[in-house]
């Protein structure tokens, strides 16, 4: 057999090795939270939702929600202020409000045209738009950290419907307080509520490691495996920190919530998403409630 028909042959191998898994998720939806520096670089941020508007076109349901911390911190910095973080958390006055709330808007609408030009409909949302996300105002260890925002309950009617319509919903974490007051939520919280309020099969959180290490500084540490418990004693232990807690305990929340899949991938390495989902080899950190098991990653093992 010639070189070229032995290429040709493993890329039907490769979509064979894809359909159970296409099985598995069809119609299911996934929750995908996209932010860190695979937003900043713009192949990377091609290659996500490239492979996001794929799962779309092979019948699965995505919710995009993504972040934009970086550029928010990049924006405060060009009008002169200093960005702070509470356990991960931006601690958030009036005018950090307004930098974030633009940044947000903006990401989403950069993110809503990418997906068009990929010939998927794409509908960008606040969380104020039609009641999607309620909050009210969160406090880190008792600190008050300004117009932070815990999410109080998601609309997943708005969701649904515009799933059911067969558009692609891109989510920015901002949501409205009852007295209307606009409150800045992590994005992780966001995803984390999204997930569970539509039930999603799967959530994934794209970042910008390799996944959750025992040192952060040494990929070769990544632990691909983590239960709730080993999770909790990492974070009392110090190992995880800064913007790692808010997403673990997303994780946790998740899972605790029915959310039977929950991932932290690495954002930077192309197609992750698509490795994660299409193959068995399992990437990055996967979270789980109780017994680690590597069959979690096979779609004929439940
Ligand atoms: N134990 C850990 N393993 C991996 N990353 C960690 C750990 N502890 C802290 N981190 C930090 O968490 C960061 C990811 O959180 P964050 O910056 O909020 O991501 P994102 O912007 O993608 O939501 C990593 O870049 C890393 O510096
Ligand atoms: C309260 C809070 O921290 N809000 C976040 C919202 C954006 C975000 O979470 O972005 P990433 O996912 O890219 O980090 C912030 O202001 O940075």
Request: a negative charge; proline letters at 3%.
């Amino acid at each position: 057999m010639s070189q070229k028909m032995q290429e040709y042959l493993k890329k039907a191998e490769v979509l064979i090795e894809a359909l159970p898994y296409i099985q598995r998720f069809n119609r299911k939806i996934i929750v995908v939270k996209y932010g860190g520096s695979a937003m900043i670089d713009e192949t990377l941020k091609k290659r996500v939702i490239e492979d996001v508007t794929l799962l779309k076109l092979v019948g699965f349901k995505p919710i995009i929600v993504h972040g934009g911390g970086k550029e928010i911190s990049r924006w405060m910095e060009k009008t002169g202020k200093q960005p702070t973080f509470v356990n991960g958390l931006r601690v958030t006055d009036e005018e950090t409000m307004e930098v974030a709330e633009m940044v947000l808007g903006k990401v989403n609408k950069g993110l809503v045209q990418l997906v068009e030009s990929l010939g998927v409909r794409a509908i960008g949302l606040s969380g104020k738009d039609g009641g999607l996300l309620r909050a009210q105002k969160k406090f880190s260890d008792g600190k008050d950290i300004g117009f932070v925002g815990e999410v109080t309950s998601v609309d997943a009617n708005v969701l649904l419907d515009l799933l059911e319509k067969d558009f692609l919903p891109i989510i920015c974490p901002i949501g409205l307080g009852e007295d209307y007051q606009t409150y800045n939520i992590n994005a992780d919280d966001a995803a984390c509520a999204i997930a569970q309020a539509v039930h999603a099969e799967k959530l994934a959180f794209l970042s910008d490691v390799e996944g959750i290490c025992t040192d952060p500084a040494d990929a070769s540490t990544l632990i691909s495996e983590l239960t709730i418990q080993e999770g909790k004693q990492l974070i009392e232990k110090g190992t995880i920190t800064g913007g790692m807690i808010p997403k673990l305990y997303s994780c946790i929340e998740a899972i605790q919530a029915g959310v039977s899949r929950v991932h932290i991938l690495d954002g930077r390495i192309p197609h992750c998403l698509l490795l994660e989902i299409f193959t068995n080899r399992g990437i990055g950190t996967a979270i789980f409630e109780g017994e680690r098991s590597r069959f979690y990653y096979g779609p004929d093992n439940q």
